[in-house]
């Protein structure tokens, strides 16, 4: 977790069975992001007053370098295979914004930025890692990268102000969080349009962070205007309860397991654990067991058609 502001401050580890706080050490100023490689061994820190990124051992909890980026990093991720980190750049929010390569072996930015729409905020790859989603707060869209060839191969109208993006385990849908409208709005990435929107919260339009639970059959958005999450059932792309939580909520993420989500709460620095029961799947309906004249009526079907076949034989 980390714990921003214009200060130098610190990223705070958390026992996810003790649910407390095991370490907390430093690392740049207005930390505002933090992203984990695929294997655990390591994480970035987007240090948006510092134009740097923290590098961090995750198995001593230290921060073993830095990498200079462009103007204010806000998101970053890295690449399913780990081998690149992608992180999106603010740059003043007046100019189009980019999107920054890191080779993760040396800890070095590779080839030139990519440029995507203006105050890009967050950035999500596919499973596959073929395509980074980033979301552009000012425009109201989202750029969608092939990483490939590094281009931008699609750029798609979402809500107002948006400034999250998650993508489905499978990877086939994209939610991405309208902060001005309070919405979500629903992306299918195979065919790279809108195929819904949906409200969230209840009372103040302000949606923030959204995180889909490994299985891909919730998800979470969390409503900063209103101290509160609310739960998406994501086959139907519906709010199915509203939870509240601690003061200016602004981001959250899953357990590995899928059974806990854990908000981050701004104003009270403290982190809001929410349990989820496991889903169990629905079992098929067992064959239904005939009744005795059914089995009778059988049979004799089954003894008639016999006998027939006998006569025609003996014919």
Do not use: C
């Not at 994501?234 to 199915?240: H, L, M, Q, S």
């Amino acid at each position: 977790m980390s714990n921003s502001g214009v200060a130098p401050r610190t990223i705070s580890v958390i026992n996810t069975v003790t649910q407390t706080v095991t370490s907390s050490f430093p690392v740049g100023n207005d930390p505002v992001a933090i992203a984990f490689s695929p294997n655990g061994t390591k994480a970035y820190v987007a240090n948006n007053a510092d134009n740097n990124i923290s590098v961090i051992n995750t198995a001593t909890n230290t921060v073993t370098g830095t990498i200079a980026v462009g103007i204010t990093p806000a998101g970053i991720a890295f690449s399913p295979d780990g081998s690149r980190a992608y992180v999106a750049i603010i740059a003043g929010g007046i100019t189009p914004g980019s999107v920054w390569v890191i080779d993760t072996a040396t800890d070095t930015v590779i080839l030139s930025p990519i440029t995507v729409g203006t105050y890009p905020q967050a950035i999500s790859l596919i499973p596959d890692g073929s395509q980074a989603y980033v979301v552009n707060r000012n425009d109201g869209t989202v750029s969608v990268i092939n990483t490939a060839t590094r281009t931008v191969v699609n750029t798609i109208v979402v809500g107002n102000g948006p400034v999250a993006v998650a993508i489905s385990p499978i990877g086939s849908k994209a939610y991405v969080t309208n902060a001005d409208d309070g919405t979500v709005t629903v992306i299918n990435t195979l065919a790279g349009n809108v195929i819904g929107t949906f409200n969230v919260g209840t009372t103040v339009p302000d949606a923030r962070s959204v995180a889909f639970s490994p299985d891909g059959t919730r998800a979470v958005v969390v409503n900063g205007g209103e101290d509160t999450v609310s739960v998406i059932d994501t086959a139907i792309d519906t709010v199915i309860s509203t939870i509240p939580v601690g003061q200016a909520p602004n981001k959250v993420a899953f357990s590995p397991d899928g059974l806990k989500a854990y908000v981050v709460n701004r104003n009270t620095n403290d982190v809001s654990v929410i349990s989820f029961a496991p889903i169990v799947p629905p079992t098929s309906a067992a064959a239904p067991i005939p009744t005795l004249s059914e089995w009778a009526m059988s049979m004799m079907a089954s003894l008639m058609g016999m006998f027939a076949f006998v006569r025609m034989r003996r014919h």
